[in-house]
């Protein structure tokens, strides 16, 4: 699904061009769950932008679905975000004017031209999976960070994108939630095989999903070693497995 090769990403700082990404390799099969882990600041959220299509990176070769990405006119590359992936980010950005359900069936409403009751239906199905159906009619600024990010977590899966790309999405959430955002990713994955990459530090997470693949803390001067550290097939944390 997703091939990047020697993938190199430079930001300006106040000190001098700062390599954030030094030459990292990184791939995903369709229908595979990844996690992206690596301390604060090691390049997460970077790598996630630059796979996901909403950043370039300075570079290296980045292939999606075998396409490659350096090829691709701004308006495929919009086409394909819109059409192929959901992003769930770090500050969720739920949008404040909606209530729960709407925020979660707007991907549905942008494709579809508005709202309707078939796209609430599915709206409701997501808000009762992860527990939220209470929310249904109530606006962001009510919701805890958790409730946040759940909501998040649906809205991105609202059009069973093929790939789904999650930075850090069960950082507010108790044990309990998160086993059931990553049951919804672990259904998602059984019943359409989805393709996830999972950017977090969380055990939990790291343990019920699949490959592992860690972004080093880079010392000053050296270059960014990353590289897979484990391969357990999903589930494996003994969480509940819901269909
Ligand atoms: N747009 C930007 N401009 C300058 N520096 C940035 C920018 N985005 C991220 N950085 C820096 O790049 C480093 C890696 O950031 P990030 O990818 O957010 O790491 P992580 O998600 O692993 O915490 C950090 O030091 C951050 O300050
Ligand atoms: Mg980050």
Same mark, same amino acid.
Request: glycine residues 12%.
């Given at each position: 699904m997703i091939k990047a090769e020697k993938i190199v990403k430079t930001y300006p700082s106040p000190g001098g061009p700062k390599t954030i990404l030094n030459g990292v390799n990184f791939a995903v099969g369709a229908g595979e769950i990844c996690v992206v882990a690596? =301390? $604060?600041?090691?390049?997460k959220s970077t790598l996630l932008n630059i796979l996901g299509l909403l950043d370039r990176p300075d570079s290296g070769s980045l292939f999606i679905n075998s396409i490659d990405? $350096? !090829?691709?006119?701004p308006e495929e590359i919009l086409a394909f975000r819109n059409e192929k992936i959901g992003f769930v980010f770090? #500050? #969720? *950005? !739920?949008? =404040?004017? /909606?209530d729960a359900w709407r925020n979660i069936a707007y991907p549905g409403a942008l494709k579809e031209g508005g709202f309707s009751e078939k796209l609430k239906e599915r709206a409701m199905e997501l808000l009762d999976f992860l527990k /939220?159906? @209470? /929310?249904?009619? @109530?606006? =962001?600024?009510? *919701? $805890?960070g958790g409730e946040s990010q759940r909501i998040a977590a649906a809205r991105a899966v609202f059009n069973a994108p093929e790939l789904l790309i999650m930075d850090? =999405?069960?950082?507010? /959430?108790d044990l309990a939630s998160k086993s059931d955002v990553i049951n919804l990713i672990l259904a998602l994955n059984r019943v359409s095989k989805i393709t996830a990459v999972i950017a977090t530090h969380d055990d939990f997470v790291k343990k019920s999903c699949g490959r592992v693949f860690e972004l080093a803390a880079k010392p000053a001067g050296s270059s960014q070693a990353s590289r897979i550290i484990s391969l357990l097939p999903p589930g494996r944390a003994g969480i509940k497995r819901p269909l």
């Open positions: 690596g =301390p $604060s600041g090691s390049g990405a $350096s !090829l691709m006119k770090q #500050h #969720h *950005f !739920l949008i =404040p004017e /909606l /939220l159906g @209470n /929310l249904a009619y @109530n606006y =962001p600024e009510t *919701f $805890s850090e =999405p069960t950082g507010s /959430l």
